[in-house]
């Protein structure tokens, strides 16, 4: 796509029904169909590092049928995500699922190769373990950046059996590469039992700050959003949602569920709180669908995902508005 052509959009419902033909994210066109893209949907099937219930290699595909129902209009942030950015659906990873260290380098090489297209990534998992080689990979184009980590979990214990990629892990090794920016970490719907006291100290000593799901209900959703906000200030961004954060009521599709959860109002209000910060790539994991009822959990990510596609593409509209806008001045 040139500057000039306008950004190919999703399949019209109006005139090929929704259900009809092979899911793409919100019936985008595929990479392959538009040749670049602004922001790249990916999906990672690989579910090899989980503690418990397996499953979420089926996530992405699942959160793919789930959005047929997106339409292109989102008006909570009054912006047609599809039309201000070309975002395409960039088909799946292809990571071994017998060898996670071999996976993980497979993901990062990969995620190298869409971030070097300039695009930016919108990640559909798979298991948590896929954020770490993410994260690698955007810290090699942007250096640390500022992350957001909804989860119920910390995701910040060292191994599992000796293990030390897993997905309760990834943001140990994060922070031991030196590929966070440790200033502006924090963690939001934070809830249930956990190995020891010790847990949250270790994960304050690496620099997290913790929102609970109990903070959320109690201080409401404008108020966590604004001191997200604050803390993230305009550093580059990377917001990371295992979608066990929302109650196991919204999200029974899921691994590793813990009562006492954000509903999915609460987080897609949070989400949209965010619009202004820098948000350079993000992902949406943990969705396991053979645990998942009427799509519940799928129907709440691909929404989630939504959110993100929009902060995403609305950024990347202003930014090449400013860009050409100095190139008219300088002509000048
Ligand atoms: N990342 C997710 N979903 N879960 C981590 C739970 C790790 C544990 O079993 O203690
Ligand atoms: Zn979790
Ligand atoms: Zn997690």
Redesign the pocket.
């Known amino acids: 796509m040139s500057s000039t052509d306008s950004p190919r959009g999703p399949i019209d419902s109006s005139r090929v029904p929704r259900y009809a033909g092979p899911a793409t994210f919100a019936r985008l066109p595929r990479l392959d169909e538009v040749g670049r893209t602004d922001v790249a949907v990916v999906g990672v099937p690989f579910d090899t590092g989980v503690s418990y219930r397996p499953g979420a290699r089926f996530g992405g595909n699942a959160i793919r049928e789930a959005s047929r129902l997106l339409r292109p209009y989102n008006p909570a942030q009054d912006a047609s995500p599809f039309a201000l950015a070309q975002v395409a659906d960039a088909g799946d990873i292809a990571a071994n699922p017998f060898n996670i260290n071999e996976a993980v380098e497979t993901i990062e090489g990969a995620a190298d190769d869409l971030l070097g297209t300039g695009a930016r990534l919108m990640t559909l998992g798979g298991d948590?373990t896929i954020a770490l080689p993410l994260l690698r990979s955007v810290a090699k184009k942007h250096g640390p950046v500022a992350l957001l980590h909804f989860?119920?979990?910390l995701?910040t214990w060292d191994t599992y059996f000796g293990a030390e990629y897993t997905h309760g892990t990834p943001f140990r090794r994060a922070v031991e590469e030196g590929i966070l920016d440790t200033s502006a970490l924090s963690h939001v719907g934070t809830r249930g039992p956990l190995y020891g006291k010790q847990d949250l100290t270790d994960d304050e000593k690496m620099g997290f700050g913790i929102v609970t799901s109990a903070d959320v209900m109690r201080r409401g959703v404008d108020e966590i959003a604004d001191q997200l906000r604050q803390r993230i200030g305009d550093r580059p961004l990377y917001i990371s949602i295992?979608i066990?954060v929302l109650d196991p009521a919204h999200a029974p599709g899921t691994g590793?569920p813990e009562a006492g959860g954000l509903t999915s109002r609460e987080l897609l209000e949070i989400l949209r709180g965010l619009s202004s910060c820098h948000l350079v790539s993000a992902d949406l994991v943990?969705v396991a669908p053979a645990y998942d009822h009427a799509e519940i959990t799928s129907v709440a990510a691909s929404h989630a995902a939504y959110e993100l596609t929009t902060i995403m593409s609305r950024q990347i509209a202003a930014e090449k508005e400013a860009k050409e806008a100095k190139e008219a001045e300088d002509a000048k």
């Open positions: 948590h989860d119920a979990h995701d295992d066990d590793t943990e």
